[in-house]
């Protein structure tokens, strides 16, 4: 069983940075893909960024250049580094941790942290 609680979420004017941080309890944290997802008001929920057990990381389109994702396997806790943010960036930003092993599929959520992105 893994539990994830995000953090660092808040308001912030266009063009300004936030870091969000998913501190996770449980074992096997490095062997997880450690997913950022966001939903907007009225939207679905849409993946925002991704890193493997491997260090690979994936950005969505919308986001390639501004956020970068990283993890520290040492403390148990991946990152959402948030920078030249815009209107649209505005969302409930969820955590989220999946692997599969032994034909199975381990797949567990954060309760979000709202970022909102206004003057």
């Known amino acids: 069983q893994v539990q994830l609680v995000e953090s660092g979420g808040g308001l912030v004017q266009p063009g300004g940075s936030l870091r969000l941080s998913c501190a996770a309890s449980?074992?096997?944290?490095?062997?997880?893909?450690m997913l950022w997802y966001r939903q907007a008001p009225g939207k679905q929920r849409g993946l925002v960024a991704t890193?493997?057990?491997?260090?690979?990381?994936d950005y969505a389109d919308s986001v390639k250049g501004r956020f970068t994702i990283s993890r520290d396997n040492d403390k148990n806790t991946v990152y959402l580094q948030m920078n030249s943010l815009k209107p649209e960036d505005t969302a409930v930003y969820y955590c989220?941790?999946?692997?599969?092993?032994?034909?199975?599929?381990?797949?567990?959520w954060g309760q979000g942290t709202q970022v909102t992105v206004s003057s």
């Open positions: 989220n941790a999946w692997r599969r092993r032994n034909g199975f599929s381990d797949d567990y």
């Open positions: 449980g074992s096997g944290f490095s062997t997880y893909t």
């Open positions: 890193i493997g057990s491997g260090d690979s990381t």
